[in-house]
């Protein structure tokens, strides 16, 4: 069975680990998500993950609160999501490390790019945590610059919608779905794949990003077979 991408950066949006609750992390949903990455590491790809932490806390909810700290409590509820995922693949019997851009030795490796590409050549699942370690950056963004330095072949943008349209398809039925978009349509349109950084960095080291729909099983596996799923978004 071949695979069209050898090493990938699965990004997952703290609100996809809710669930339908909204808030939290809803374990089915977690459960959910390990099993297709299993599946899909079972086939000999290596994979690095990148979770976001808007399911417990976002930066900019801290109203009148010191940016760099709001964004600091973003980054420490990445960390809570990602050894929600690594207990969730290890009870599968998946080898993982979650590595983190802030340092806390006690619960996690540091990142070290080295020590994680060769966590990845051995077989073991890779989760960053804690963003980029900066304030004002998002895991968008940290998704790209992990996919840069690891040498990732795409990010797959997971989410609750089965690509990027027009407009929100949940508010507007009229809503017009992309198959293919350029990183500057991206960037000129505002249509919200990604931020503008983490956009220009894939657009700059040409890494392809695919947004699907996560909540569909076997869809990560369908996108690393190379079927159409969803929206591609790459150079023109």
């Known amino acids: 069975m071949s695979v ?16 339908s609750t909204g808030y ?13 990455i299993k599946e899909v590491k079972e086939m000999g790809v290596q994979i690095g993950v990148v979770i976001g932490g808007g399911n417990i806390w976002r930066g900019r909810e801290g109203v009148g609160m010191d940016r760099t700290t709001a964004d600091h409590m973003g980054m420490l509820a990445t960390v809570i999501n990602s050894l929600a995922l690594q ?10 490390r979650v590595q983190t851009a802030i340092e806390m030795r006690q619960i996690a490796e540091p990142y070290i790019r080295r020590r994680a590409i060769r966590h990845l050549e ?14 004002f950056f998002s895991t ?3 998704a790209s610059l992990r996919a840069a ?17 027009d ?11 992309f198959d293919k978009l350029t990183y500057l349509d991206v960037l000129n349109r505002g249509l919200g794949v990604m931020d503008s950084t983490a956009t220009s960095l894939c657009m700059d080291n040409n890494i392809p990003i695919i ?23 790459k150079e023109g």
């Open 4 to 19: 069209k991408y050898k090493r990938i950066i699965l990004k997952i949006s703290g609100e996809a680990l809710s669930g």
């Open 24 to 36: 939290g992390i809803e374990f089915e949903t977690v459960n959910l998500i390990a099993d297709q």
């Open 87 to 96: 207990d969730a693949l290890e009870r599968r019997g998946v080898e993982t």
């Open 122 to 135: 051995k077989g073991r699942v890779v989760i960053f945590a804690a963003g980029t370690g900066n304030p």
């Open 140 to 142: 968008d963004t940290t």
């Open 149 to 165: 330095e690891i040498d990732a072949e795409v990010i797959l943008l997971a989410k609750k919608v089965d690509g990027v349209y």
């Open 167 to 177: 407009k929100d398809p949940v508010k507007h039925k009229d809503a017009v779905k």
């Open 211 to 233: 947004v699907f729909n996560l909540t569909v099983p076997g869809n990560i596996k369908n996108v690393i077979m190379g079927q159409k799923i969803g929206t591609i978004v």
